[in-house]
């Protein structure tokens, strides 16, 4: 089982839907988790972290669960500007330099 | 200059050719690492140096050489590299080594002939 796993999509949602991702993590020990987002042909950039008690920043809305090892990105009223890769990054004890997804792809349309 | 730089942009390079990829952060941190993006693949973690340390080194071929003369440049020295070696090369870099949230630069998109 691969560290971090991702649908890699791509979704292909209208304007103004609401869609989900999810990133598995198989390592029980993991303690930081961040989702990122990458446009076409740029780098990486840090989008949200994503606490135990969840976290909400405007539309976007991450969160973690524990049990089944995984954390959630929704996304509600998607924005064309929304359409990009999105990756997760997910850290465990000792380095904590995290391991990344292989991103999940969002295509919104009009 | 903000954030974290990158040069070149784009490189095209012969297996023969020796290069370098150069990264520059103006964020005052003490951590910073290299990775490999291919297509279709997750971001693979190659080097990371924490105040000019290597403390990680992630089975990287020596055809690939980093180094770090003090905590704000970052090269890549290349060597005899292998077509399957193109790739996009972004260095980040984060306050303390493992510390939270990195800063991508834009990366260089490295084609090997």
Redesign the interface.
């Known amino acids: 089982r691969k560290e971090v796993e991702q649908d890699p999509g791509p979704f292909n949602v209208p304007e103004g839907a609401t869609v989900a991702f999810n990133c598995t993590y198989s390592n029980s020990a993991s303690q930081s988790f961040f989702w990122y987002r990458q446009d076409c042909r740029k780098e990486p950039k840090l989008l949200m972290s994503v606490y135990s008690s969840g976290n909400e920043d405007g539309r976007f809305t991450a969160q973690l669960n524990r049990a089944s090892q995984y954390i959630s990105l929704l996304i509600r009223d998607s924005k064309l500007s929304d359409s990009a890769t999105y990756l997760c990054a997910v850290a465990s004890g000792g380095s904590y330099i995290p391991t990344f997804g292989r991103g999940t792809s969002l295509i919104v349309h009009p | 200059e903000t954030g974290v730089t990158q040069t070149p942009r784009h490189l095209v390079m012969g297996m023969t050719n020796k290069k370098s990829l150069k990264c520059e952060q103006h964020l005052g941190h003490n951590a910073m690492?290299w990775y490999k993006q291919s297509a279709?693949?997750?971001?693979e973690?190659m080097f990371?140096y924490s105040l000019e340390e290597r403390v990680?080194n992630n089975s990287v071929p020596s055809r690939f050489s980093p180094e770090c003369p003090n905590s704000s440049h970052l090269f890549l020295h290349l060597h005899t590299l292998q077509p399957e070696d193109s790739a996009l090369y972004?260095c980040a870099s984060t306050a303390v080594?493992?510390?939270?949230?990195?800063?991508?630069?834009?990366?260089t998109?490295l084609t090997v002939v």
């Open positions: 690492y279709k693949k997750p971001l973690l990371v990680e972004l080594a493992g510390g939270y949230g990195y800063t991508f630069g834009s990366g998109r």
